[in-house]
């Protein structure tokens, strides 16, 4: 978790963002998810393998109150296709500057599986 709070921090820095993302460890989305709504931090970025029940109550949450949650690829997240319980494409959870931080992220993401 170092190495993705450094490689954040950096990509961040480089566009001259001044927005706060969650690095910390731990397996629980739906904190991390509650850092956001509470405002203590401006997004939540995974960029690893998650499961989708473990991010759909943050979710429905988020767009509650008008915030967003999308695949680190821009995609509105299915959770209809019981079939493909996992999502492979990073996940960005924001309540402001959604597409600023996605076209941030998008980029290294892209990089990152190629």
């Known amino acids: 978790m170092q ?3 450094f490689v954040v921090a950096e990509l961040l820095n480089s566009v001259n963002a001044d ?3 969650i ?6 989305a739906g904190y991390k998810v509650l850092r956001v709504v509470n405002g ?3 997004a939540y970025v995974h960029t690893t393998q998650i499961k989708k029940w473990d991010i759909c109550a ?3 949450i988020l767009k509650a109150i008008s915030g967003q949650m999308t695949t680190l690829t821009g995609q509105l997240l299915d959770y209809s296709d019981t079939q493909h319980p996992k999502n ?4 960005l959870a924001t309540l402001d500057n ?3 931080l996605l076209g941030i992220f998008t980029t290294a993401f892209a990089s990152k599986k190629s």
Do not use: Y
């Not at 492979?88 to 996940?91: A, I, Q, R, W």
């Open 3 to 5: 190495k993705l709070a």
């Open 98 to 100: 959604h597409r600023k």
């Open 23 to 28: 690095t910390i460890s731990g397996n629980c």
């Open 58 to 60: 943050g979710d429905a």
């Open 88 to 91: 492979n494409d990073g996940l």
């Open 19 to 21: 927005v706060v993302c």
């Open 40 to 42: 203590s931090v401006d």
